[in-house]
């Protein structure tokens, strides 16, 4: 049996913010990001969902020019000036000791925590699966804050560990400059996939 379509029209203008008119962006407009647009971002994006509530993300936020310059050398070297451009420059990474703290996320089921730690491989996999996820609720979590995002790979990872997640188990995945980004410096956007191309019902 069908069910009635949903209310296509009271969502236009929120998929339009989030995917329509927003674009990556490589250049920014001068000025920071406030300590409460940050909180307030990451208040948005912890609530989308991970398998079994793991949450294995870790992110830095990378503002300060002394910590943009203890990044920089990582970086490849296009992707230098955007990092140095964007008011914050965020590292996404995951933590694999993660399932330490299944009790408290996922309190109902307690044992997942042990099957985790038994399991190096699978928490390995659950960790970059589900960090990868919340990265990607962090750009969506920004675009709807009004903020724009420049997603950037490009970079050597064991530098990035080793500088900014030394002594722990967190691994980086991938980095998201966040900021009000230059329209003036954007490019014809690329072509993408049309339904048919990429997409079956069955």
Known sequence: MMHPEPEIDAGVACVARLFDDARTFGAWRAGGLSEA???RLYDALRLGPTANNC???????VASAEAKARLEPHLSEGNKPKMRAAPVCVIIGHDLDFH???GALFPHKPETAAVLAADPARAREVAFRNSSL????????????GL????MSGFNNSGVDQEFFAGTQIKSNFLCNIGYGDRRALRPRLPRLCFEEACEVV
């Open 134 to 145: 919340q990265g990607a609720y962090l750009i969506m979590a920004a675009r709807a804050l």
């Open 55 to 61: 949450a294995p993300a870790r992110f830095v936020f």
């Open 37 to 39: 647009i940050i909180r």
């Open 100 to 102: 330490t703290k299944m």
């Open 148 to 151: 724009d995002c420049g997603p």
